[in-house]
């Protein structure tokens, strides 16, 4: 199975763009990329997904490298209710396969 | 509301005593899927289900059962639960596998002892 590869932690400011990295090496052809945060003590929420094409919404922008083997999720102005835990997920046609999270941290 | 429900939402209980913990969705999502969450290995997904009577397994199954009589329910059966099977659990709903967004449920708290 294709698996995702994130940093443990990141940290940023409130105000400021956050860049969010995740590697899938070995990802298919036919995988989506999607991302999720989890919020302290809620279930995973949906951000953002994508194929091949840079997506935007209004929650972020998902920004997938030509190749697809990495994505970045970029929220354009951090706040302080974006601390989360961020999943980078590959969904296949029947399977989803989680990466570890990235635990974002938002400095007032 | 669109939503995923879960109970219960805490439940302690012992080595052995079968369980059933239910999952609903009222959006008529044919897929639907189990995760647990333990401490540093984040989610892992343990049955999921295309459609009605269609089940199979995720990554992490042993000593789950599902069953998918219903398209809006999907419960998670722990016929003798163990206390490795102690974890936080997530019920999700999506329209179709592939690339549609997943709604969680609100999870649930097991403690085996």
């Known amino acids: 199975d294709a698996k995702t590869t994130q940093p443990n932690s990141m940290e940023s400011n409130e105000e400021e763009p956050v860049h969010l990295p995740c590697n899938h090496s070995t990802i298919s052809g036919t995988d989506y990329i999607h991302w999720y945060r989890q919020l302290p003590s809620q279930g995973p929420e949906y951000v953002i997904h994508g194929l091949t094409s840079n997506v935007n919404n209004r929650m972020a922008s998902l920004a997938i490298a030509e190749d697809r083997k990495s994505s970045t999720l970029i929220l354009h102005r951090a706040t302080l209710r974006d601390a989360a835990v961020y999943y980078c997920i590959l969904q296949g046609a029947q399977k989803l396969v989680f990466g570890q999270g990235t635990r974002l941290t938002i400095n007032p | 509301e669109a939503q995923v429900t879960q109970n219960p939402r805490y439940l302690i209980t012992v080595t052995g005593k079968k369980l059933t913990v239910t999952c609903s969705q009222n959006?008529?999502?044919?897929?639907m899927s189990w995760y647990r969450q333990d401490p540093g290995l984040g989610l892992r997904q343990i049955y999921y289900?295309?459609?009605?009577?269609?089940?199979d397994k995720g990554d992490v199954p042993e000593g789950y059962k599902v069953s998918r009589k219903e398209k809006r329910n999907f419960p998670l059966i722990l016929e003798s639960p163990s206390p490795n099977q102690t974890s936080l659990y997530f019920c999700?709903?999506?329209?179709?596998?592939?690339?549609?967004?997943?709604?969680f449920g609100p999870g649930t708290r097991l403690t085996v002892t």
């Open positions: 959006m008529n999502h044919e897929y």
């Open positions: 999700a709903s999506s329209l179709l596998a592939g690339s549609y967004e997943q709604y």
């Open positions: 289900s295309m459609n009605v009577e269609v089940t």
